[in-house]
């Protein structure tokens, strides 16, 4: 095999060739099967290694602050749902909840308890390793999902994305992190999985795949409408550029001038560009007023919405009905018809439908208007189920849990908009990424520019797919860390084709070489064509590359993971995490509580508000935790045994109230969370003649050039210094200094009764 032929990629639908033509039948039975056996163990080293990277140690993290709140409530529906008829008569269990996003990762999570007290875990079924287990599972199994897209990747180019997404910081560590986002980045790769499998075969199993990769990502985050704004927007492009290739442009030019486009594709698309690009913006811009109005007529907005939840309930079973008669009446009419008359009927509908679609240039449209109707009935039932089955809480919300479904979710996005958790600036995303994942940016970079050059509708959807979710993520108000893997995902399915072309070089530079040495020939060189050995070189370079920038990749991988996984002021990627100290001060409750009642958990604990979480899912086993300290409890509260205090009710002086000189109590002050340096924040706005400013920033920084020349202090009248820059990050790759100050913690009080002979 020349290597000309080596990195010709494999394209959209195009199956591999067989290694051997001139082979017989059995021979070339024997070949694709020890290809596919090879596959298979690559595949499954990488799934190995990407389990052991997710499961390893799973538990050992304190939970995050949303962690617990999953948690919690999971444990919750958990035994609620043991009294399923409770919950259906009286309708007081739990209800969805767009603050805590979506139903699934709680019935989800509920299900990996009962399952874990089946088998005997320890803590019943319930600890922090078991919280993370569905995370785990999931983030595993996203990396073995581009196995499925190697037909149209590339079967070289899916392998390598399977090893970046296994290695990739980001992914790896919101792998083990129980939160909704990485169930949604599964279940959005999913989506994408069976849609381009169903235009590949028109298999019903496959529609039936992205149908369920779009429900479930449906019912567990609200970001799913971005999902749904990408892969809208691209397919309306797909369609639109399909209909403009069969009208002609050129040969009805005189003199077919070579400027014009063969058809009318490229300028429709162009037309569709603009138009959906003003719309677009009109769109964000209407948004943000509503955005706006909602948070400024709360009450008003609440009420129309509460109006618009009713009116769809109730419209709701009327559309069922009428679906339902649709197929009955579809179905009477192909009984009583008979098959031949049906199939008849079907033949003349696809010879009419033949003469304005042509299969090779339009198969996007030649696949929704040849679908069979059966293909939407059952695609639009399992959306319709998942969506039933979760919302409406295995059925004992059935009212509410439609309209919220439909509505609550946007609407609480909508709100949101204004609050801005977070407050992080546009550029965020372009700041954090290249931080951790540097062999996904560049080769991400090489791949995007590669797609464009030699495109497939798989590789244009990967470009629009990382570029849109990098717009619509900088653009959206709330701006996590946690986000970045939705853009981190389809970079990496692009940098495993930016990869491709250079390693085929050299795996068919090695298989040749080892060809010749079994076959025992003289010593071997490579033969190449012209210019083949300059083709050799740039792939050797590319994986020397590779290899290089993979190595800080796996370095940060590590160290976010396993190293600092609890430790935010050295890491960008961790976003305020609960610090190990919560494990120490629960060390000294369960010392107390042995000491006092013999390890029974009878101990009474004053927990303040704002100490709720996490700390009221470390205590669940306490039945006797009085919430809101001291309002909770006013009769024990003056000689209650414990109390954690957190850090408003510490500044407000409560250490004083209790530990003071005549107090009664001992007093301990540990950090509940830590957090990573946001000098890179824009400066605060200065009021000048040709500068207004509005409301001030919640947090103000430095800039991020600054930032990264000279920390949160830089000199007067300094500007951005590369070399500076370059010595702060490698500092911070290798030995984790951080680039900022390292000081950012909410604190966190433990206070012990002076007579119970425990110090805090």
Partial sequence: ?????????VEAGQDDQPLSQARGGADRAKTVSRGQILEWVAYGVVLVVAAVLRFWDLGVRPLHHDESLHAYFSLQLMNQLANWEHCFAFGDCYHYDPLLHGPFQFHAMALVYKLAQLVGVPDNGVNTTTVRLLAATLGTVMVGLPYLLRRSLGRLAAWL???????????????????????????TLLLVVGLVRYGQERKLGWLLVGVLGLALSYATKEATFLTIAVVGSYGGGVLVWELGSRWGLREKVEGEPGWLPRTWAPLLLLA??????????????????????????????????????????????????????????ILLREMFQGEAAVEAARQRQRRGLARWVDEERQPVLATLVKMPWTHWFFGLLLFWAVFLVLFTVLFTNIRGGIGDGIWAGIYYWLEQQQVARGGQPWYYYLLLIPLYEQVGVVFGIVGLVRCLLRPTRLRL????????????????????????????????????IGLEPGVQLVVSWLQEGWKRWRERREEWEPREERGGRGRLEWGLLTVLAGIVLLVPTVHNMYEVTYVYEADAPH???????????????????????????????????????????PLIWYLRDYPNVCLEYPNGCPAIAKNIP????????????????????????????????????????????IPSAKQQCGPPAPYVGVGPLLWLSYGDNPPPGAHFNPVLAAERIWAWWWQRQPIGEDAGYYPMGLLIRKDLGVTP
């Fill in 1 to 9: 095999m020349s290597t000309q032929e080596a990195v010709q990629p």
């Fill in 461 to 496: 959807w990967l470009v629009y797919w990382c570029v849109g979710n990098l717009v619509l993520y900088s653009w959206a108000a709330e701006k996590m860390p946690w986000l970045t893997i939705h853009i981190t995902l389809p970079l990496l399915l692009l940098a495993g």
């Fill in 161 to 187: 994305a399977t090893v970046l997404l296994a290695v990739s910081p980001s992914l790896v560590y919101y792998s083990r992190f129980a939160r909704e986002d990485i169930y949604m980045a599964c279940f």
């Fill in 272 to 329: 569709y560009a603009l138009i959906g690009g003003v719309v677009a913006l009109l769109l964000f811009r209407w948004l943000h007023n509503l955005s706006i109005y909602i948070t400024t007529h709360q009450q008003v907005s609440d009420a129309f919405v509460a109006a618009l939840k009713d009116r769809t309930v109730q419209v709701i079973p009327w559309l069922g009905i009428a679906l339902g008669l649709v197929v009955l009446v």
């Fill in 571 to 613: 890491e960008m990627l961790i976003y305020v995490q609960t610090t190990v100290d919560v494990n120490r001060v629960m060390a000294k409750i369960d010392e107390l509580d042995r000491k006092l009642d013999g390890g029974r958990h009878q101990l009474a604990i004053g927990l303040t508000d704002d100490a709720t979480w």
């Fill in 642 to 685: 414990v109390i954690i205090a957190g850090g408003d009710s510490i500044a407000n002086g409560l250490p004083q109230q209790y530990a003071g000189p005549n107090g009664d109590y001992l007093y301990h002050q540990y950090q509940m969370r830590s957090w990573w340096d946001q000098g890179y924040m824009p400066p605060p706005c």
